[in-house]
């Protein structure tokens, strides 16, 4: 209980943090650029921004545990079979969830147009997404809980800050796929490249006016939309079984569950037997 009580601790620390970061850039980005904002400007605030929620992300870690946990980056991250599951389970993901915009707001976030606003949706924010959800705030996460509660957290917490109804929901569900692959391949590069896999379709169909509309309608047939449906919903529920599967497999063989405490009195290097190993 103790360990729950502190990952939710965590949890509401860093969503005050982010909070007040995104405030105090919103007020600075106003006073600074008044008028319109164009999509140079918006890469900009979005930059600044998420430099200083990594750090924040960092400094809460720190302050939690006396020592920040390295992030994974093995090459396994390039794989791409894995990556190709990742994908296509990204997309049946999106098509299953599609009704749920006719029940939830939809997205009415508003970007600027333009090519630095591509590099922020699709380059910038999956890197540094990654690098805070699942780089930092799964590894603070999973020093006090099993894998799964782990990505659970960080799930939550990637949902929470995006604030419409709609996105939270499918940055909850795709959190946990983020964090699944980084657990086993062991690397950020698999959930940053899937991040911006998914921000690209989703991207491409704003730019192509299909804004709000479910991939599964955009053909226009009905019974294929049916088929495509129901083939992504098997898809999902298979991608389900494995995820759930690997995180009990992995809890119960005890890795990547407990963390020891680092006493302040000891340098920023980690001894050996202080990380649990987490593959």
């Given at each position: 209980?103790k360990?729950?009580?502190?990952?939710?601790?965590?949890?509401?620390?860093?969503?005050?943090?982010?909070?007040?970061?995104?405030?105090?850039?919103?007020?600075?980005?106003?006073?600074?650029?008044?008028?319109?904002?164009?999509?140079?400007?918006?890469?900009?605030?979005?930059?600044?921004?998420?430099?200083?929620?990594?750090?924040?992300?960092?400094?809460?870690?720190?302050?939690?545990?006396?020592?920040?946990?390295?992030?994974?980056?093995s090459?396994?991250?390039?794989?791409?079979?894995?990556?190709?599951?990742?994908?296509?389970?990204?997309?049946?993901i999106?098509?299953?969830?599609?009704?749920?915009?006719?029940?939830?707001?939809?997205?009415?976030?508003?970007?600027?147009?333009?090519?630095?606003?591509?590099?922020?949706?699709?380059?910038?924010?999956?890197?540094?997404?990654?690098?805070?959800f699942?780089?930092?705030?799964?590894?603070?996460?999973?020093?006090?809980?099993?894998?799964l509660?782990?990505?659970?957290?960080?799930?939550?917490?990637?949902?929470?800050?995006?604030?419409?109804?709609?996105v939270?929901?499918?940055?909850?569900?795709?959190?946990?796929?983020?964090?699944?692959?980084?657990?086993?391949k062991?690397?950020?590069f698999?959930?940053i490249?899937?991040h911006m896999?998914?921000?690209?379709?989703?991207?491409?169909?704003?730019?192509?006016?299909?804004?709000?509309?479910?991939?599964v309608?955009?053909?226009?047939?009905?019974?294929?939309?049916?088929?495509?449906?129901?083939?992504?919903?098997?898809?999902?529920?298979?991608?389900?079984?494995?995820?759930?599967?690997?995180?009990?497999?992995?809890?119960?063989?005890?890795?990547?569950?407990?963390?020891?405490?680092?006493?302040?009195?000891?340098?920023?290097?980690?001894?050996?037997?202080?990380?649990?190993?987490?593959?």
């Open positions: 209980m360990r729950l009580l502190k990952n939710i601790s965590l949890l509401a620390f860093f969503v005050l943090l982010f909070g007040v970061i995104s405030l105090g850039v919103g007020v600075a980005a106003t006073l600074i650029f008044p008028g319109t904002i164009d999509d140079v400007k918006f890469m900009l605030i979005y930059f600044v921004s998420m430099v200083l929620t990594y750090l924040a992300a960092t400094l809460l870690e720190r302050v939690a545990y006396k020592y920040v946990m390295p992030i994974e980056n090459r396994a991250g390039f794989d791409p079979v894995a990556l190709l599951a990742g994908v296509v389970l990204l997309i049946a999106s098509i299953v969830l599609a009704p749920l915009g006719e029940v939830l707001p939809s997205d009415s976030r508003i970007f600027p147009e333009g090519p630095f606003t591509l590099v922020s949706v699709v380059v910038l924010a999956p890197i540094f997404e990654e690098m805070i699942r780089g930092r705030l799964y590894n603070m996460f999973k020093r006090n809980g099993s894998p509660i782990s990505a659970s957290f960080s799930a939550l917490a990637f949902g929470i800050v995006h604030l419409e109804p709609i939270v929901v499918e940055a909850l569900i795709v959190g946990v796929v983020f964090s699944y692959f980084y657990l086993v062991r690397s950020i698999t959930p490249i899937l896999c998914n921000n690209a379709i989703a991207y491409a169909l704003i730019v192509l006016s299909y804004r709000g509309e479910p991939l309608a955009i053909g226009g047939d009905e019974d294929k939309a049916l088929v495509v449906y129901i083939v992504s919903a098997i898809i999902v529920l298979v991608g389900v079984v494995v995820i759930l599967r690997t995180f009990n497999k992995i809890s119960r063989a005890g890795k990547g569950v407990v963390y020891q405490e680092v006493s302040a009195d000891m340098s920023n290097e980690a001894p050996a037997d202080a990380i649990a190993d987490d593959e």
